[in-house]
């Protein structure tokens, strides 16, 4: 249901004529907790109440949250979108929206229905106001009007990553219990914050069954369809904000009650289990196809149920862009078994200093013992630099640690989901293939998705040169990167500037030839090309790596810059703190964290930055 024209923003139409024929439907939501749930056959889980919702609902096999932390997967359940689409793929972004576009709370209100939410937005929208008729602590379906049918969510929070390591609590899961994944050390610390969480998803569970003893008692469990879904994979470090099937594979229970079997997903089976792929941007057109409201054109999602169900999907697909203070894009798909990730930043490691991620006991022992080198491969990989592509077997490896991306027996498979995921790039119109900083510089006045979907956003070249410059094994020439160095298009120069960073050979780090176009991408238009430009000149010999401290520094005002290039520029200070001369030193512990007027939902990041470069020795 992508659609590429500025006419697609249309509210939905309704196709159902009498109130009593619509169900009512009800979203039970409980965050950062994956599948780790009785109903999924976990045994270590005790999760009575969701359990019994599982036996009279149909279970989905392999639902994807699409973005692995909150505010961006949030932001594609609301418009029906990939957040890739709205440029809102970034952790606690602000994006314009375009004018005639409608999230489907106000398409549920447009067609007659009370909307309440209690009580979680964090949408990545400038804009954030998506319609309810009440978005509160005390938003329930009981606010409506006699004979209105509703859509209603309530938001769980306890099993929160913040609830994983807070203090006190007493531990009712076993540790010594605890399946600890491959990719995790065996501790003390790592094993009681699997536990509290355990004890958390229980705490959770007891809450969705009081909403759903409230439906039952006033009387509108026989009228109601329920979906219960986690918001992404658990809040454990490598889970959360990773776009492995770790951090995107979340339960998905869809109940139909018997009056409205015939909007059921198809195959409809109390108890049963669906092997169809689903994922976030299929929710809203969903909910709206099962009360007869055909989707509006915008959303990218296809309904798995309902008047306007479509075909089955052979592939789903998660993003990663900017995680709080920390710059990278990642992009993945799965065809249900098996994994493909694309790496952009190939030279950074994955899990890099993430000041909230770093608070819980397991981030900081893993990370501790990694620099005490006393971890064996599969933990080690995560705080080391990144193949540029990844392939994982989910039946032989499912905690994704083997990666099967080199093997001559998976090249063919590698291919086929190499170009799934560049061919849904670009009917999709990911802006993501733009530094975040460059989508706003770009796009101006309009909101992002309105120049992504313009002829001034050329995604099929950002598509063939993103991928080709990130390519570890397949570098590009020399004679095409300054080719495209010298482009229009802004992105196809950062991309082939950033390639230099990506090379496993030294021998560019003389060349002369390389230094000039090095040189002329130091005063490049873009604020991005001119940080790609500098972090590749630390690397060079001579008088050039002299000049990209000052540069970066420079890049780093939020006076000058505003909060996001500034949050690139000391991604790459930081790690080069030691090397700086003391008066750059000075000059970046002096910077203003944030300007007068800063966006709240980024405003703190360059202070974070700011913070840990002061704490580096």
Same mark, same amino acid.
């Given at each position: 249901?992508?659609?590429?024209?500025?006419?697609?923003?249309?509210?939905?139409?309704?196709?159902?004529? =009498?109130?009593?024929?619509?169900?009512?439907?009800?979203?039970?939501?409980?965050?950062?907790?994956?599948?780790?749930?009785?109903?999924?056959?976990?045994?270590?889980?005790?999760?009575?109440?969701?359990?019994?919702?599982?036996?009279?609902?149909?279970?989905?096999?392999?639902?994807?949250?699409?973005?692995?932390?909150?505010?961006?997967?949030?932001?594609?359940?609301?418009?029906?979108?990939?957040?890739?689409?709205?440029?809102?793929?970034?952790?606690?972004?602000?994006?314009?929206?375009?004018? &005639?576009?409608?999230?489907?709370?106000?398409?549920?209100?447009?067609?007659?229905?009370?909307?309440?939410?209690?009580?979680?937005?964090?949408?990545? %929208?400038?804009?954030?106001?998506?319609?309810?008729?009440?978005?509160? /602590?005390?938003?329930?379906?009981?606010? /409506?009007?006699?004979?209105?049918?509703?859509?209603?969510?309530?938001?769980?929070?306890?099993?929160?990553?913040?609830?994983?390591?807070?203090?006190?609590?007493?531990?009712?899961?076993?540790?010594?219990?605890?399946?600890?994944?491959?990719? $995790?050390?065996?501790?003390?610390?790592?094993?009681?914050?699997?536990?509290?969480?355990?004890?958390?998803?229980?705490?959770?569970?007891?809450?969705?069954?009081?909403?759903?003893?409230?439906?039952?008692?006033?009387?509108?469990?026989?009228?109601?369809?329920?979906?219960?879904? *986690?918001?992404? !994979?658990?809040?454990?470090?490598?889970?959360?904000?990773? +776009?492995?099937?770790?951090?995107?594979?979340?339960?998905?229970?869809?109940?139909?009650?018997?009056?409205?079997?015939?909007?059921?997903?198809?195959?409809?089976?109390? !108890?049963?289990?669906?092997?169809?792929?689903?994922?976030?941007?299929?929710? @809203?057109?969903?909910?709206?196809?099962?009360?007869?409201? #055909?989707?509006?054109?915008?959303?990218?999602?296809? +309904?798995?149920?309902? =008047?306007?169900?479509?075909?089955?999907? +052979?592939?789903?697909? !998660?993003?990663? !862009?900017?995680?709080?203070?920390?710059?990278?894009?990642?992009?993945?798909?799965?065809?249900?078994?098996?994994?493909?990730?694309?790496?952009?930043?190939?030279?950074?490691?994955?899990?890099?200093?993430?000041?909230?991620?770093?608070?819980?006991?397991?981030? #900081?022992?893993?990370?501790?013992?990694?620099?005490? *080198?006393?971890?064996?491969?599969?933990?080690?990989? %995560?705080?080391?630099?990144?193949?540029?592509?990844?392939? %994982?077997?989910?039946?032989?490896?499912?905690?994704?640690?083997?990666?099967?991306?080199?093997?001559?027996?998976?090249?063919?498979?590698? =291919?086929?989901?190499?170009?799934?995921?560049?061919?849904?790039?670009?009917?999709?119109?990911?802006?993501?293939?733009?530094?975040?900083?460059?989508? $706003?510089?770009?796009?101006?006045?309009?909101?992002?998705?309105? %120049?992504?979907?313009?002829?001034?956003?050329?995604?099929?070249?950002?598509?063939?040169?993103?991928?080709?410059?990130?390519?570890?094994?397949?570098?590009?020439?020399?004679?095409?990167?300054?080719?495209?160095?010298?482009?229009?298009?802004?992105?196809?120069?950062?991309?082939?500037?950033?390639?230099?960073?990506?090379?496993?050979?030294?021998?560019?780090?003389?060349? &002369?030839?390389?230094?000039?176009?090095?040189?002329?991408?130091?005063?490049?238009?873009? +604020?991005?090309?001119?940080? &790609? &430009? @500098?972090?590749? @000149?630390?690397?060079?010999?001579?008088?050039?790596?002299?000049?990209?401290?000052?540069?970066?520094?420079?890049?780093?005002?939020?006076?000058?810059?505003?909060?996001?290039?500034?949050? @690139?520029?000391?991604?790459?200070?930081? #790690?080069?703190?030691?090397?700086?001369?003391?008066?750059?030193?000075?000059?970046?512990?002096?910077?203003?964290?944030?300007?007068?007027?800063?966006?709240?939902?980024?405003?703190?990041?360059?202070?974070?930055?700011?913070? =840990?470069?002061?704490?580096?020795?």
């Amino acid at each position: 249901m992508i659609a590429l024209g500025a006419a697609s923003f249309i509210l939905g139409t309704i196709h159902t004529a =009498r109130a009593e024929d619509r169900p009512n439907i009800l979203w039970i939501t409980s965050e950062d907790n994956g599948p780790e749930l009785g109903c999924y056959n976990d045994a270590y889980a005790d999760t009575p109440r969701i359990d019994a919702l599982a036996s009279r609902s149909l279970r989905y096999k392999r639902c994807w949250s699409n973005a692995p932390v909150c505010a961006p997967a949030r932001t594609t359940i609301v418009s029906g979108m990939y957040a890739t689409s709205l440029g809102g793929h970034h952790m606690r972004s602000a994006v314009e929206l375009p004018d &005639a576009m409608r999230l489907y709370p106000q398409v549920f209100r447009d067609a007659g229905y009370y909307t309440s939410n209690n009580n979680k937005t964090d949408y990545n %929208f400038a804009n954030p106001e998506p319609g309810w008729h009440d978005s509160s /602590r005390q938003a329930h379906w009981r606010g /409506r009007a006699e004979n209105q049918p509703f859509f209603a969510v309530f938001n769980f929070t306890v099993s929160h990553e913040s609830k994983i390591r807070n203090k006190p609590h007493t531990l009712v899961h076993d540790p010594a219990k605890a399946k600890l994944p491959a990719y $995790h050390p065996d501790t003390p610390e790592v094993r009681r914050d699997w536990a509290q969480y355990y004890d958390r998803l229980t705490e959770m569970d007891a809450m969705v069954g009081k909403v759903l003893d409230d439906l039952k008692a006033d009387g509108l469990d026989d009228s109601t369809i329920v979906f219960y879904y *986690g918001d992404h !994979g658990s809040g454990m470090p490598r889970s959360k904000r990773w +776009p492995f099937d770790s951090g995107l594979h979340v339960p998905l229970l869809v109940h139909v009650p018997e009056k409205f079997r015939s909007v059921a997903p198809e195959n409809y089976l109390p !108890g049963g289990m669906s092997d169809r792929l689903v994922a976030f941007v299929d929710l @809203a057109p969903t909910a709206l196809s099962m009360a007869g409201i #055909q989707p509006p054109e915008n959303m990218q999602g296809v +309904p798995f149920a309902g =008047r306007f169900a479509g075909e089955a999907k +052979p592939f789903i697909f !998660g993003y990663r !862009g900017r995680m709080d203070e920390r710059i990278d894009e990642v992009r993945s798909c799965t065809d249900g078994r098996f994994v493909y990730m694309k790496h952009f930043y190939p030279d950074r490691p994955y899990l890099k200093h993430v000041e909230y991620m770093f608070q819980t006991p397991t981030t #900081q022992v893993w990370k501790r013992m990694f620099d005490e *080198g006393k971890l064996n491969d599969a933990q080690s990989k %995560f705080w080391q630099p990144k193949p540029s592509e990844e392939l %994982f077997d989910l039946e032989s490896d499912p905690d994704e640690t083997v990666n099967l991306a080199g093997r001559p027996e998976h090249a063919d498979r590698l =291919r086929r989901m190499r170009q799934a995921m560049q061919d849904w790039s670009i009917e999709s119109r990911d802006l993501g293939l733009l530094t975040e900083a460059e989508i $706003h510089r770009r796009s101006g006045d309009q909101a992002p998705r309105t %120049f992504g979907l313009s002829p001034d956003y050329d995604i099929e070249q950002l598509v063939q040169v993103a991928y080709a410059c990130t390519d570890r094994e397949n570098p590009p020439s020399l004679g095409k990167l300054n080719q495209w160095v010298r482009s229009s298009e802004s992105g196809v120069r950062y991309w082939a500037v950033r390639s230099f960073l990506c090379r496993r050979d030294d021998a560019w780090k003389n060349d &002369a030839s390389i230094a000039k176009m090095l040189e002329a991408a130091l005063l490049d238009d873009s +604020p991005s090309v001119r940080v &790609a &430009a @500098a972090e590749v @000149a630390m690397l060079m010999d001579g008088p050039l790596r002299n000049r990209a401290p000052a540069v970066l520094v420079s890049l780093a005002d939020v006076d000058n810059y505003g909060q996001l290039v500034p949050i @690139a520029a000391l991604n790459v200070l930081d #790690q080069y703190w030691s090397e700086l001369p003391a008066e750059l030193q000075e000059r970046v512990e002096s910077l203003p964290p944030k300007t007068k007027n800063a966006p709240q939902r980024v405003s703190g990041y360059v202070g974070r930055l700011l913070n =840990r470069v002061k704490s580096l020795p």
